[in-house]
């Protein structure tokens, strides 16, 4: 069965600064690949997805991530961190070859924005 | 917007009663999710369905069941519901036919049972 990590269940960044989130993967073909951001009382709003191609993706509200295959990751990164983007940020997996018709969601990484 | 309502968005019970949980979406989607959210836990697959009276078990089943009578509606029920089951619940839709494509969420069903 598919699985994932999140690491870092919390992180704190100073406004401007450069992010990444790291995600891992349990999977033996090629998963579909997804992060999705949480913001308080909300419900998960996509922020990008991967399902084969060019391993550079990019999402909205300017995040990218990057499928690193030798390494089962897909790292979810920023440049440059606004106030806006303090939330719960969750990756999922999708297995394509196996009976479930869903996705598997890690514990998620809690993000904090210092001013 | 997915057109995903869930109701009601909050409620407070007390233990042994039945709870139902309602998803209604605007957009024919074949597959619909119900999953819960606790911390520390990230999201977590209660029931699933693809297709009316389709449906099938995640990892949390236990002590819920779900119908779908309709395509646009895909009801939780908690039959004696049990204070472990207090819990944030989101329905989802996914995208496409197969059910992995991208999934879109409600914005959650805050339930408490005392």
């Known amino acids: 069965a598919q699985s994932v990590t999140q690491p870092d269940i919390h992180i704190t960044v100073s406004e401007g600064a450069s992010l990444e989130l790291r995600c891992n993967y349990s999977?033996?073909?090629?998963?579909?690949l997804f992060w999705y951001v949480q913001s308080p009382g909300q419900g998960l709003q996509l922020l990008l997805k991967?399902?084969?191609?060019?391993?550079l993706v990019q999402g909205i509200k300017g995040f990218e991530a990057e499928f690193k295959r030798s390494q089962s990751s897909f790292n979810l990164r920023k440049p440059s961190v606004h106030w806006s983007d303090a939330a719960e940020y969750f990756c999922?997996?999708?297995?394509?070859?196996?009976?479930?018709?869903?996705?598997?969601f890690g514990s998620g990484t809690r993000l904090q924005v210092q001013p | 917007d997915a057109g995903i309502t869930q109701s009601p968005r909050h409620k407070v019970t007390e233990t042994g009663t039945p709870v139902t949980l309602r998803c209604h979406q605007t957009?024919?989607?074949?597959?619909m999710y119900w999953y819960r959210q606790d911390p520390g836990h990230g999201l977590r697959l209660i029931h699933y369905?693809?297709?009316?009276?389709?449906?099938d078990k995640g990892e949390v089943s236990d002590g819920y069941s779900v119908s779908r009578s309709k395509t646009e509606d895909f009801l939780l029920t908690l039959e004696s519901a049990t204070s472990s089951q207090t819990s944030v619940y989101f329905c989802?839709?996914?995208?496409?036919?197969?059910?992995?494509?991208?999934?879109?969420f409600g914005d959650g069903t805050r339930l408490s049972i005392l």
């Open positions: 991967y399902f084969s191609g060019d391993t």
């Open positions: 957009e024919n989607h074949r597959y």
């Open positions: 369905s693809y297709g009316v009276k389709d449906t």
């Open positions: 999922a997996v999708g297995a394509q070859d196996t009976g479930r018709r869903a996705l598997t």
């Open positions: 989802a839709i996914s995208e496409g036919d197969r059910g992995l494509l991208a999934q879109h």
């Open positions: 999977y033996g073909a090629t998963p579909y």
